[in-house]
Structures are given as structure tokens and as C-alpha cells.
């Protein structure tokens, strides 16, 4: 097993073929991981766990700007982390998340995720879950998303280590899910 830290622009079109089907795998199907979802992991920086030159998993940070109260902050958000099913319990996140974050803290203020069940391990990397209310900033303004509270996290450091986590936090809309 060893890991690639790569951009966005330096994945073939096979390695993006390979993502889609982990993703697909991963996320059971469709219904888990749409395309969206798929448009949202690119435009950063890519860690791949390879196995035999197989992706089998992978997660990405890319740039979005997240507004803590009224404080913008320049944000690495963590798109696409997934491990094949058949290898997933192996110790393989860790490794995966631990180079990534090293990327997001040279490159941003502050790191943030959307998760639903993977809650317990993301906490044990030392990110925090938000406890503010979130909204989503679109053509006609804030408008708050209640059902995102529960699945936001974000990981403080530097510029952002005293950030409070009962403040509102926003994102930019954009296709799909905002968050």
C-alpha cells in the first residue's frame, strides 16, 4: 500500500474513471455518491491509497470560502473520502486523512466536512462537530439548511484555532448538495 498526494489537473482520465467507481462502490451505488458530488472532489489536491496501482482510497481537499459569524475564512473542505468496501476497517483511513491534513493546514485557515456516519472517526483525527445553526449563501441571500447542523465538522488550527463552533457558519451554494 502507498499513498499519492496529487492535483486535480494531474489525474488521467482513467485514475478519474478508477475514482468514480470506489466512489460508486463505496457509497452503494447512485443514490450515495451522484455526479455532483463527483464534480465537487475535483479542483484541489488528492491523496490516493494505491494498492498494486489500484485506487482504493482516496479523499480530497478543495478551496471554498466558509463564513464563521461574519469572519470569512479561506477553507479547505474534504470532498470524496472513500475506501473500497472489501478493505474498509483496515487502517487505511487514517494513513489517507493524516496526509491530507497536512496539505489543508499549509494551505487554508480552516478545515470543514460533511458526514453522516462516519462521525466517530473524524473525531478521533481531532475534528470537532459544528454546534451552530448553518445556512447556505445563494442569489437570494442566507438561507438557513437546519437538516446540515448534525453532519458538519471542521478541523481549527492557526488562524482558526479560536473559532467558536456555536457560531453561524455559511458556505456558497452550488449544485448538489451545498454542503
Not at 489525474?11 to 462502490?25: E, K, N, T, Y
Amino acid at each position: 500500500m502507498r499513498y499519492v498526494v496529487a492535483d486535480s489537473s494531474a489525474l488521467s482520465g482513467a485514475a478519474r474513471s478508477h475514482l468514480w467507481d470506489l466512489w460508486q462502490a463505496a457509497f452503494d451505488g447512485r443514490r450515495g455518491f451522484s455526479r455532483d458530488d463527483e464534480e465537487h472532489a475535483y479542483g484541489g489536491i488528492h491523496v490516493l491509497g494505491l494498492d498494486e496501482g489500484t485506487v482504493i482510497a482516496h479523499a480530497a481537499v478543495v478551496p471554498r470560502e466558509l463564513w464563521v459569524g461574519e469572519r470569512p475564512l479561506r477553507t479547505g473542505y474534504v470532498e470524496g473520502v472513500a475506501v473500497r468496501p472489501d478493505r474498509q476497517g483496515h487502517g487505511l483511513g487514517r494513513p489517507l486523512m493524516t496526509l491530507l491534513e497536512v496539505e489543508l493546514t499549509a494551505r487554508y485557515e480552516l478545515g470543514a466536512l460533511s458526514t453522516g456516519r462516519a462521525r466517530g472517526f473524524y473525531e478521533r483525527l481531532g475534528w470537532e462537530g459544528w454546534r451552530g445553526p448553518s445556512y447556505v449563501l445563494g442569489e437570494t441571500g442566507r438561507v438557513r439548511t437546519p437538516d446540515d447542523d448534525d453532519s458538519l465538522m471542521v478541523l481549527r488550527f492557526g488562524p482558526s484555532a479560536s473559532v467558536d463552533l456555536g457560531e453561524s457558519i455559511t458556505c456558497r451554494d452550488r449544485t448538489g448538495d451545498p454542503w
